[in-house]
């Protein structure tokens, strides 16, 4: 189709055409009808023969704290015989009105490369694409737009705060052990000692120089780790379920459920409305629960029937200034959630004071940077110690 250049030559030489027509010139009719060819004919060409190039996305790095720029490098290569045209790329991104480059002719097989950044301002998982390719003719009278399905996710995550990786308790539950390494898939398990054998036992378990002392089969036995498990609850209920409440809540979650990975042990989050992540275990698994803080939006009045779903020390965040204030609101809520930990944020003054404080099992946060002092897991405290 015609480009704005393109739709204005036409106007233009339709105005001369009929002009010569009206006047009897030559003069006017020549210039006319050689406009309307050259956009007939630019759009003609860019018809027949439309671009074929490839479009290659990578995101450095795949995901950032929310307020950190993003760098999206694309590659674009001309798969045609022939030389391409003037390329115009637009990447959509989402809730922006995306990104515009300007691309030059490439020869057969040549390649460019281009990059932007892309900043971020609160939590979200950002759609990058689809790729929209407009052809331009040379002169800029005409264009073809085709679309290139070339789309990579961005996650902008709650911010992390750097706090010591520390173990959490394993609890006096015996198949705490057993239970985390079949929901985990875990296959790593601790020697035991030794047992005489038994029908039915694997042979490959026979110690065979123990058999051969004892003079009967001795079978290696062993038992399951005992990993912690932490789950990590973040109260939704008004007022927790804004905006602002919700960015502070997060960060909190993101920052403990980072510590606890680094330290070896299992976590997950849930919400007080029942939304919650799988159990993961590992440093490298923190990436589905950045994703399920960083899409975390509205709540519900009501605690969830289902909470807390499973076993484990649990933690309570939560922004509610009455259960910062009330300690009988306080220890209720911890002991409906069987929380260890009760996290309570001053949101409404976030980051305004010096510092916030603990005291048992009740951290207080007034900003950004205290977390880190006041986290611990004492296990020899119970859940009716929280003041």
Known sequence: MPTRAGWGVLAAAFALVA?????????????????????????????????????????????VPAGDPARV??????????????????????????????????????????????????????????????????????????????????????????????????GDDPLLGEELRQSLGLSDEEFDGLRPYAPGDDLRRIHWPSSARQGELQVRQFRPPRHGR?????????????????????SIAASIAASVLAAG????????DGRATPLVHGGNQLDPLLEFLALLEG??????????????????????????TDRAAR??????????????????????????HSSGDWIHLTGPGQLGGLWKLDSRRSVAAIR
């Open 19 to 63: 002009a010569g027509r009206v006047l009897g010139g030559v003069e006017f009719t020549v210039p006319g009808t050689a406009g309307i060819i050259a956009v007939v004919g630019a759009v003609a060409v860019r018809q027949l023969r439309p671009s074929q190039v490839t479009v290659a996305k990578q995101l450095s790095p795949p995901r």
């Open 73 to 170: 490098d694309l590659e674009i290569v001309n798969r045609a015989s022939t030389r391409s045209p003037v390329l115009r790329l637009h990447d959509a991104v989402t809730g922006t009105r995306g990104v515009h480059l300007s691309i030059a002719s490439l020869p057969t097989g040549g390649s460019a490369r281009g990059a932007y950044r892309l900043p971020t301002t609160r939590r979200g998982v950002l759609e990058l694409g689809p790729t929209h390719i407009d052809d331009i003719d040379p002169l800029g009278l005409a264009r073809r737009t085709h679309r290139i399905e070339s789309t990579v996710r961005l996650v902008v995550h709650p911010l992390i705060e750097a706090i010591p990786a520390r173990r959490v308790p394993a």
């Open 230 to 250: 932490l789950t990590i609850t973040i109260d939704t209920r008004p007022p927790g379920d804004t905006t602002d409440a919700l960015d502070i809540s997060t």
């Open 265 to 272: 042990d299992a976590t997950r989050i849930e919400t007080t």
């Open 299 to 324: 709540g519900n009045p009501l605690i969830h029937a289902v909470v807390p779903a499973a076993g484990g020390t649990v933690v309570v965040v939560t922004t509610d200034p009455r259960i910062a």
């Open 331 to 356: 220890h209720a809520l911890a002991r409906r959630l069987r929380a260890r930990i009760v996290v309570t944020c001053d949101a409404a003054g976030w980051g305004t004071h010096e510092s916030g």
